[in-house]
């Protein structure tokens, strides 16, 4: 056999023995192939066109993102990061067998992770961070046995955290930024390689398990703001290798031990704040040599500052900020600033709130050139502000507010160029503002509020472009305000300069804050006309110029200002007509133009069919407008009629115009038949053995012909007037139907039919109904109730003139669980379920001893359901609810449900403890524009800052913060839980709300904590 014959013999065999790997190596491209065309498929979204590439024209192992071994051309790695793909993640992924790394961070992936992925048995590195994934953590995703790294970061999952880590050895894991649930599975401490856990910002409750102390490679363990209890396992701190510890934003408790410079020599980042830590700061913490991060922040830290604090030389934040850490037995604390100078790269330090007293030293100059942040507020800081503080020519903030400082604003603070932020209200400074604030060309916050500030606002400071909120509220200011003030008109969107002695006209050039949200020139001496221009700041929530001497007319450019809030013109010398157009104001919460000169009729429609959203008292030539009013009436005009008529106009007078009347009287004799006919069904029920039959006159002489001495309130449909039955002898309240209004009548229908089906203590009792007439053969319907000796929640929430009521945090507390408790019954215990519509502060009265019954039920719903239908019967019809309390899901026409009281509750619950109205104007200038934003993005860092500052001060009048230290930790968790009660009740989707019953349980556990504290 010759060569040639042999080779070919050779390759035969070959063949034949190798047919079988071509073959399914070619299907398995396909198989690749096909996957990722249908991962392309489920990203209809590619603005930068990565997937383009994506077709049959070349390979896809040199499509853009893949990544594909050499010798078998099957794909290894899929990278899509940084992209902004939006859309779903395909469960053909699974289908790529030798995938051994997935990175889709910082895109816009949504929907839930395909437990396909437990499928690719070679992969290593998972990461989805800064996506919008949902669901729960992937099931059976230990069968991926050679992770190394997952990363979740940033996205919506939620759920328990898995228990399956057992099966990683050498994995690192990045969970945080999620809304996981559950405890901290002891199962990390099984993973002896692993070197960072972050579980950073979710909802996980119970404490830091002991197990994780067995991690003896770990260098990084961020577990800040969950709700994270209990101590820290003290073998914790013997892990050497630890390099950043963050535990901040938890409920932990405890001390810190002593040797913390031996057990943790390589700590550069320690997290502690917002806890319950207590005790001394451990003096050890100064030998750690390598630290560049000591926060402590809000905890009950004793003991004054260690003074040699100056040896931490790689420090570059310090901030041990709402710690009583005062030296007592000083009568100046500022010994440890001299030991800073040390910390030459030194960028925040933040002693706020910590007690301090004493003077500013003048060494404050020799801290660090790198110093970015000085926040020394709401200490007992006396003196000067020093001179030399223009030496730290790098601070961005400023925070002296909040002490006892006097004297000037020293005029080297306009050395300060880079600063952004100037806080030094609520002080006794004096003098004048000083023309060099002008050189601070980047200044965005000017903060000097209640101080003593005298002369005229400099030109300079109108130079500053960059301004956006200008706070110079309650000093002694005066001179006119300068038309050059449009000089940082282009950002600027709070403008307070209130209670000061400015005089002469608001400039014209106002017009140009096209970006303002609130002006407050009230309480000054402005005179002449109001500008014209202030129509173009179409922005505009808040405008306050009440206690002046402006004159002329309202201008008509205010048509423009749609989006006013609060618009107050009283106590000025405003003439002429009440402009219409306010009637057409949808968002208008309050309009005072009360005390002025107007003249003319009041209109009645819009926010001038309730007279508790507008006044007008004090303008003594005004006529007309709604009943409760009590104006006279307006003359009525004639028009001359010609004498010449024709002979059709006289048909028409004579023939058809009575018959046309006729018509008309029988329409509404029918209807006021029908309408009667439903409402004495319903009315009678009211009216049986069980309840007292009260005649109209009983009612005028218990109210003293409804007096307004005996007003309580005016609602929507009626007013409420307090009455004294002899017969009965007890005092009730009265709700009188305003029948003119429309819909009043349906709603006393409502209120009929709800209130027979309902007995619960935390709900408004029904005494009686009266359906008749009056003298005057009007109809006359009203409701009697027990009278609530202590009024309305609204009343006692928010201050007015002459108003110094108070409610403790305990009396909040209790009431929000009674106003709970009466909603979960009407919810879920009934007959039948029932949506009240409006919970809202001026519905919720309370009794004598302070429990509180929900009313008003004129705009509620029975919830009936059957097996075939889930109907809502609808008591009452026109608006849902009040503006602020109402559902997002309402203004989209959704169905009234459960979860639109929950959403009103929310509200109501956010409103009680911070003390703002959900419409407030400090609330709508903010980012976001609403209650719900205002508290969210202040837990749980600021939980002190957004309280109502009344809640404070009743515990300090009650002597519960200084005789016990640890109190002050115990109301702000009290509040954090509350707050976090009222957000989860008011998010923007309906099924995301926790259940009323869930409210009241958290509550109760708010409550006891509260309670043991105190005992």
């Given at each position: 056999?010759?060569?040639?014959?042999?080779?070919?013999?050779?390759?035969?065999?070959?063949?034949?023995?190798?047919?079988?790997?071509?073959?399914?190596?070619?299907?398995?491209?396909?198989?690749?192939?096909?996957?990722?065309?249908?991962?392309?498929?489920?990203?209809?979204?590619?603005?930068?066109?990565?997937?383009?590439?994506?077709?049959?024209?070349?390979?896809?192992?040199?499509?853009?993102?893949?990544?594909?071994?050499?010798?078998?051309?099957?794909?290894?790695?899929?990278?899509?990061?940084?992209?902004?793909?939006?859309?779903?993640?395909?469960?053909?992924?699974?289908?790529?067998?030798?995938?051994?790394?997935?990175?889709?961070?910082?895109?816009?992936?949504?929907?839930?992770?395909?437990?396909?992925?437990?499928?690719?048995?070679?992969?290593?590195?998972?990461?989805?961070?800064?996506?919008?994934?949902?669901?729960?953590?992937?099931?059976?995703?230990?069968?991926?046995?050679?992770?190394?790294?997952?990363?979740?970061?940033?996205?919506?999952?939620?759920?328990?955290?898995?228990?399956?880590?057992?099966?990683?050895?050498?994995?690192?894991?990045?969970?945080?930024?999620?809304?996981?649930?559950?405890?901290?599975?002891?199962?990390?401490?099984?993973?002896?390689?692993?070197?960072?856990?972050?579980?950073?910002?979710?909802?996980?409750?119970?404490?830091?398990?002991?197990?994780?102390?067995?991690?003896?490679?770990?260098?990084?363990?961020?577990?800040?703001?969950?709700?994270?209890?209990?101590?820290?396992?003290?073998?914790?701190?013997?892990?050497?290798?630890?390099?950043?510890?963050?535990?901040?934003?938890?409920?932990?408790?405890?001390?810190?031990?002593?040797?913390?410079?031996?057990?943790?020599?390589?700590?550069?980042?320690?997290?502690?704040?917002?806890?319950?830590?207590?005790?001394?700061?451990?003096?050890?913490?100064?030998?750690?040599?390598?630290?560049?991060?000591?926060?402590?922040?809000?905890?009950?830290?004793?003991?004054?500052?260690?003074?040699?604090?100056?040896?931490?030389?790689?420090?570059?934040?310090?901030?041990?900020?709402?710690?009583?850490?005062?030296?007592?037995?000083?009568?100046?604390?500022?010994?440890?600033?001299?030991?800073?100078?040390?910390?030459?790269?030194?960028?925040?330090?933040?002693?706020?709130?910590?007690?301090?007293?004493?003077?500013?030293?003048?060494?404050?100059?020799?801290?660090?050139?790198?110093?970015?942040?000085?926040?020394?507020?709401?200490?007992?800081?006396?003196?000067?502000?020093?001179?030399?503080?223009?030496?730290?020519?790098?601070?961005?903030?400023?925070?002296?507010?909040?002490?006892?400082?006097?004297?000037?604003?020293?005029?080297?603070?306009?050395?300060?160029?880079?600063?952004?932020?100037?806080?030094?209200?609520?002080?006794?400074?004096?003098?004048?503002?000083?023309?060099?604030?002008?050189?601070?060309?980047?200044?965005?916050?000017?903060?000097?509020?209640?101080?003593?500030?005298?002369?005229?606002?400099?030109?300079?400071?109108?130079?500053?472009?960059?301004?956006?909120?200008?706070?110079?509220?309650?000093?002694?200011?005066?001179?006119?305000?300068?038309?050059?003030?449009?000089?940082?008109?282009?950002?600027?969107?709070?403008?307070?300069?209130?209670?000061?002695?400015?005089?002469?006209?608001?400039?014209?050039?106002?017009?140009?804050?096209?970006?303002?949200?609130?002006?407050?020139?009230?309480?000054?001496?402005?005179?002449?006309?109001?500008?014209?221009?202030?129509?173009?700041?179409?922005?505009?929530?808040?405008?306050?110029?009440?206690?002046?001497?402006?004159?002329?007319?309202?201008?008509?450019?205010?048509?423009?200002?749609?989006?006013?809030?609060?618009?107050?013109?009283?106590?000025?010398?405003?003439?002429?007509?009440?402009?219409?157009?306010?009637?057409?104001?949808?968002?208008?919460?309050?309009?005072?133009?009360?005390?002025?000169?107007?003249?003319?009729?009041?209109?009645?429609?819009?926010?001038?069919?309730?007279?508790?959203?507008?006044?007008?008292?004090?303008?003594?030539?005004?006529?007309?407008?709604?009943?409760?009013?009590?104006?006279?009436?307006?003359?009525?005009?004639?028009?001359?009629?010609?004498?010449?008529?024709t002979h059709l106009k006289i048909i028409l007078l004579l023939v058809i115009l009575p018959l046309a009347i006729l018509l008309a009287c029988l329409t509404v004799l029918f209807l006021r038949q029908r309408k009667s006919k439903q409402m004495n069904i319903t009315v009678s029920e009211l009216q049986d053995s069980r309840y007292p039959k009260l005649s109209y006159q009983e009612l005028l002489l218990a109210t003293n012909e409804?007096?307004?001495?005996?007003?309580?309130?005016?609602?929507?449909?009626?007013?409420?007037?307090?009455?004294?039955?002899?017969?009965?002898?007890?005092?009730?309240?009265?709700?009188?139907?305003?029948?003119?209004?429309?819909?009043?009548?349906?709603?006393?229908?409502?209120?009929?039919?709800?209130?027979?089906?309902?007995?619960?203590?935390?709900?408004?009792?029904?005494?009686?109904?009266?359906?008749?007439?009056?003298?005057?053969?009007?109809?006359?319907?009203?409701?009697?109730?027990?009278?609530?000796?202590?009024?309305?929640?609204?009343?006692?929430?928010?201050?007015?003139?002459?108003?110094?009521?108070?409610?403790?945090?305990?009396?909040?507390?209790?009431?929000?669980?009674?106003?709970?408790?009466?909603?979960?019954?009407?919810?879920?215990?009934?007959?039948?379920?029932?949506?009240?519509?409006?919970?809202?502060?001026?519905?919720?009265?309370?009794?004598?001893?302070?429990?509180?019954?929900?009313?008003?039920?004129?705009?509620?719903?029975?919830?009936?359901?059957?097996?075939?239908?889930?109907?809502?019967?609808?008591?009452?019809?026109?608006?849902?609810?009040?503006?602020?309390?109402?559902?997002?899901?309402?203004?989209?026409?959704?169905?009234?449900?459960?979860?639109?009281?929950?959403?009103?509750?929310?509200?109501?619950?956010?409103?009680?403890?911070?003390?703002?109205?959900?419409?407030?104007?400090?609330?709508?200038?903010?980012?976001?524009?609403?209650?719900?934003?205002?508290?969210?993005?202040?837990?749980?860092?600021?939980?002190?800052?957004?309280?109502?500052?009344?809640?404070?001060?009743?515990?300090?009048?009650?002597?519960?913060?200084?005789?016990?230290?640890?109190?002050?930790?115990?109301?702000?968790?009290?509040?954090?839980?509350?707050?976090?009660?009222?957000?989860?009740?008011?998010?923007?989707?309906?099924?995301?709300?926790?259940?009323?019953?869930?409210?009241?349980?958290?509550?109760?556990?708010?409550?006891?904590?509260?309670?043991?504290?105190?005992?």
């Amino acid at each position: 056999m010759n060569s040639s014959c042999l080779w070919f013999i050779i390759l035969i065999i070959w063949v034949l023995t190798n047919s079988t790997i071509l073959v399914y190596s070619f299907s398995n491209n396909v198989t690749d192939h096909q996957a990722l065309l249908s991962v392309k498929a489920s990203i209809p979204i590619d603005p930068s066109g990565l997937l383009n590439s994506w077709n049959d024209s070349i390979h896809f192992c040199q499509w853009n993102g893949v990544t594909c071994s050499h010798r078998r051309q099957r794909v290894t790695e899929l990278d899509l990061s940084w992209n902004q793909l939006a859309g779903t993640l395909s469960s053909h992924i699974g289908n790529l067998t030798f995938l051994r790394a997935i990175y889709l961070y910082q895109n816009r992936f949504h929907g839930s992770i395909p437990n396909e992925i437990s499928r690719l048995s070679h992969l290593q590195y998972l990461e989805l961070g800064y996506n919008d994934f949902q669901g729960e953590f992937p099931s059976n995703l230990s069968h991926c046995v050679n992770i190394i790294n997952i990363s979740m970061y940033d996205n919506h999952l939620e759920g328990k955290l898995p228990t399956v880590f057992a099966s990683w050895s050498k994995i690192n894991t990045n969970l945080g930024m999620n809304r996981f649930t559950g405890s901290i599975p002891p199962s990390l401490g099984n993973l002896s390689h692993l070197q960072g856990i972050d579980l950073r910002s979710n909802n996980l409750t119970g404490g830091i398990p002991l197990e994780i102390s067995h991690l003896t490679k770990l260098e990084i363990i961020i577990l800040s703001t969950n709700r994270l209890s209990g101590t820290v396992p003290l073998p914790l701190y013997n892990i050497s290798s630890l390099a950043e510890v963050a535990l901040d934003g938890n409920e932990l408790e405890g001390t810190l031990p002593t040797d913390l410079d031996f057990t943790l020599p390589n700590l550069q980042q320690l997290y502690l704040g917002r806890n319950r830590f207590s005790g001394s700061l451990p003096p050890s913490i100064t030998n750690i040599s390598n630290l560049v991060t000591f926060d402590i922040s809000y905890n009950i830290f004793t003991d004054p500052i260690p003074m040699n604090l100056g040896s931490l030389q790689n420090l570059q934040v310090l901030s041990l900020s709402g710690n009583p850490l005062r030296n007592s037995q000083l009568s100046n604390d500022f010994g440890f600033f001299d030991s800073l100078v040390n910390c030459t790269h030194l960028k925040v330090l933040a002693i706020d709130d910590i007690g301090l007293r004493g003077e500013i030293p003048n060494s404050i100059a020799n801290l660090s050139i790198t110093l970015e942040m000085l926040d020394m507020a709401g200490n007992q800081i006396h003196g000067n502000i020093p001179y030399e503080i223009g030496k730290l020519v790098n601070i961005t903030r400023l925070a002296l507010s909040g002490n006892f400082l006097t004297g000037s604003i020293p005029e080297s603070i306009g050395e300060l160029s880079k600063l952004g932020r100037i806080y030094l209200g609520d002080n006794n400074i004096s003098g004048v503002i000083p023309t060099s604030i002008g050189n601070i060309t980047k200044l965005s916050v000017l903060s000097l509020p209640n101080n003593m500030l005298q002369g005229s606002i400099p030109i300079e400071l109108c130079n500053i472009s960059t301004l956006q909120e200008v706070f110079l509220t309650n000093n002694s200011l005066g001179g006119v305000i300068p038309e050059q003030i449009v000089g940082f008109s282009s950002q600027c969107f709070v403008m307070n300069l209130d209670n000061n002695l400015f005089t002469g006209p608001l400039p014209s050039s106002i017009g140009s804050f096209k970006q303002l949200v609130q002006l407050d020139v009230s309480r000054n001496r402005l005179t002449g006309y109001i500008p014209s221009t202030l129509g173009d700041c179409v922005m505009l929530e808040a405008l306050l110029m009440e206690g002046n001497q402006f004159e002329g007319k309202i201008p008509s450019s205010f048509k423009a200002l749609k989006s006013l809030v609060i618009l107050d013109l009283s106590s000025n010398n405003i003439s002429e007509n009440i402009p219409r157009f306010f009637d057409s104001f949808k968002l208008i919460e309050f309009l005072n133009l009360s005390h002025n000169k107007l003249g003319s009729e009041v209109p009645k429609g819009g926010l001038f069919s309730n007279v508790s959203h507008f006044s007008v008292v004090g303008n003594l030539r005004l006529c007309g407008g709604i009943q409760a009013l009590q104006l006279p009436p307006c003359p009525v005009k004639f028009l001359r009629t010609k004498k010449k008529t024709t002979h059709l106009k006289i048909i028409l007078l004579l023939v058809i115009l009575p018959l046309a009347i006729l018509l008309a009287c029988l329409t509404v004799l029918f209807l006021r038949q029908r309408k009667s006919k439903q409402m004495n069904i319903t009315v009678s029920e009211l009216q049986d053995s069980r309840y007292p039959k009260l005649s109209y006159q009983e009612l005028l002489l218990a109210t003293n012909e409804f007096s307004p001495n005996n007003l309580l309130g005016e609602g929507r449909y009626g007013s409420v007037y307090k009455g004294t039955f002899e017969s009965l002898e007890q005092t009730f309240a009265v709700k009188v139907l305003n029948a003119e209004v429309r819909g009043a009548n349906k709603s006393f229908l409502a209120e009929c039919e709800i209130l027979r089906n309902i007995r619960h203590r935390n709900l408004i009792k029904i005494i009686t109904a009266c359906s008749s007439t009056d003298f005057k053969g009007n109809d006359f319907k009203a409701l009697v109730f027990e009278f609530m000796m202590n009024g309305s929640l609204d009343d006692w929430l928010h201050l007015s003139s002459g108003n110094e009521r108070n409610l403790s945090l305990l009396q909040r507390l209790n009431i929000s669980i009674d106003i709970a408790t009466g909603l979960n019954y009407l919810h879920h215990h009934g007959h039948t379920s029932i949506i009240h519509c409006d919970i809202k502060p001026s519905n919720i009265l309370l009794d004598e001893v302070f429990v509180a019954h929900v009313g008003d039920f004129g705009l509620a719903r029975f919830c009936m359901t059957t097996s075939d239908i889930n109907q809502v019967q609808m008591s009452s019809t026109g608006i849902r609810g009040t503006v602020g309390y109402v559902p997002p899901e309402y203004g989209m026409g959704g169905e009234i449900s459960a979860e639109g009281d929950v959403y009103s509750y929310g509200i109501l619950l956010l409103e009680m403890f911070s003390g703002k109205r959900p419409t407030e104007s400090s609330i709508l200038m903010g980012d976001g524009g609403n209650l719900y934003d205002y508290v969210n993005k202040a837990l749980p860092d600021r939980v002190m800052d957004i309280a109502d500052p009344r809640i404070i001060l009743d515990q300090e009048d009650l002597g519960l913060i200084e005789s016990q230290s640890y109190n002050k930790a115990t109301m702000e968790a009290c509040l954090a839980s509350i707050f976090e009660v009222g957000i989860r009740c008011s998010v923007e989707t309906p099924r995301e709300r926790i259940d009323i019953a869930v409210v009241i349980k958290q509550l109760h556990v708010a409550r006891d904590k509260l309670l043991r504290r105190r005992q």
